[in-house]
């Protein structure tokens, strides 16, 4: 079984702070997913990364794929309010034809204004 | 593009009772999934159907979850008998075969069992 680590469980920050949230396996994924999802809400793909070393910008959020394709982070810069939420990791890998997501048990961010 | 559709949003039943779910996915997805998302933590992996055909259903406890796609296009969760501890949400969602593959979800259903 496919096992994601994230840490911390939990953070709570101030506005303006900087912050990373780190996801881990002792498996290697094709593909590494991570998702925000909002109470009430289901998770909304954020980013996908595949090559090993792998750095994504989407504004102030920042993805790492490691290069071993085992571990990934996000980086938050300058929080807002509004990038409060549940944060998950998602391996990706094959099953016969059809993808499968191995989800971690997620960051609980707040960022406090 | 009109999102994954779930139904209901919230139901609350009695142990023992039984309760289904209705998924309807992004038009032209033929991958459709069901998660259950116990509080705290992150989605695990119920049924995985691509169209019709179920293409993993190993974490699906058979002897009271039950799911079917009959016609390749939405889905049924169904619980029978309910215990306490299959309070959570439900989330379905669903994904196309193109590559690299994002999951679509939708809102799930939230259901508590007393």
């Known amino acids: 079984t496919q096992l994601l680590e994230q840490s911390p469980q939990f953070l709570s920050i101030q506005e303006g702070e900087n912050l990373t949230v780190y996801c881990n396996s002792s498996?290697?994924?094709?593909?590494l997913q991570w998702y925000r999802q909002e109470p009430g809400e289901g998770p909304v793909l954020l980013v996908t990364?595949?090559?090993?070393?792998e750095v994504k910008k989407l504004k102030r959020l920042t993805f790492q794929f490691g290069d071993a394709r085992k571990d990934s982070s996000l980086h938050i810069t300058a929080a807002q309010p509004g990038d409060t939420g549940l944060y998950l990791c998602?391996?990706?890998?094959?099953?016969?034809?059809?993808?499968?997501?191995?989800f971690g048990s997620g960051t609980q961010l707040t960022v406090l204004p | 593009e009109a999102g994954v559709a779930q139904s209901p949003r919230y139901k609350i039943i009695e142990k023992r009772q039984s309760v289904a779910f209705w998924c309807n996915p992004i038009s032209g997805h033929a991958t459709l999934y069901w998660y259950q998302q116990i509080l705290g933590q992150g989605p695990k992996l119920l049924i995985q159907?691509?169209?019709?055909?179920?293409?993993?259903d190993s974490q699906l406890p058979k002897d009271r979850f039950s799911a079917e796609r009959l016609k390749g296009v939405d889905s049924t969760l169904k619980i029978q008998p309910a215990k306490l501890e299959d309070s959570a949400v439900y989330l379905c969602?669903?994904?196309?075969?193109?590559?690299?593959?994002?999951?679509?979800f939708g809102p799930g259903t939230r259901l508590t069992v007393t």
């Open positions: 990364v595949v090559t090993g070393g």
């Open positions: 969602a669903s994904s196309s075969s193109s590559t690299p593959v994002g999951q679509y």
């Open positions: 498996s290697v994924f094709s593909s």
């Open positions: 998602a391996g990706s890998d094959l099953l016969g034809s059809a993808r499968q997501l191995t």
């Open positions: 159907f691509q169209n019709n055909g179920v293409v993993d």
